[in-house]
């Protein structure tokens, strides 16, 4: 099994930044997976908002984080992150990472192509 831990979350006022972390665990780690962070607001579906290879060489973004959000991750520590700088009210929501289920060199958008979810961490952004 993996376990995956996302931390870093937390109240902000627009136009901050704030660095969510991904530490994962287990068996299987996440060394040799893509990864992808997703999010979800109050009342909507989850959506993608990030992902990266797993040698982290590729990244891909949403339209609506592109610019503003980065992913990278370090190896050697299993962990991914995502700097999110600029925030805005919308992007309030819980944000999930996820591991995905083909040890490929692809990048994943669709929530079907991951099967490892953390908990997920709570990011407000005040107006």
């Given at each position: ?43 909507k ?22 610019g ?19 925030l ?40």
């Open positions: 099994q993996v376990q995956l831990v996302e931390s870093g979350g937390g109240l902000v006022q627009a136009g901050d930044s704030l660095r969510l972390s991904c530490a994962a665990s287990g068996r299987r780690t996440f060394t040799t997976y893509p990864m992808g962070w997703f999010r979800q607001a109050p009342g579906e989850r959506e993608f908002v990030a992902a990266i290879s797993l040698s982290g060489g590729n990244t891909y973004y949403a339209d609506s984080v592109k503003r959000f980065t992913i990278s991750r370090d190896i050697p520590k299993n962990t991914v992150y995502l700097q999110m700088n600029s805005k009210p919308e992007d309030t929501a819980v944000y999930y990472c996820a591991r995905a289920r083909d040890r490929g060199s692809g990048i994943y958008t669709r929530m079907s192509q991951y099967n490892y979810w953390g908990q997920g961490t709570q990011v407000t952004v005040s107006s």
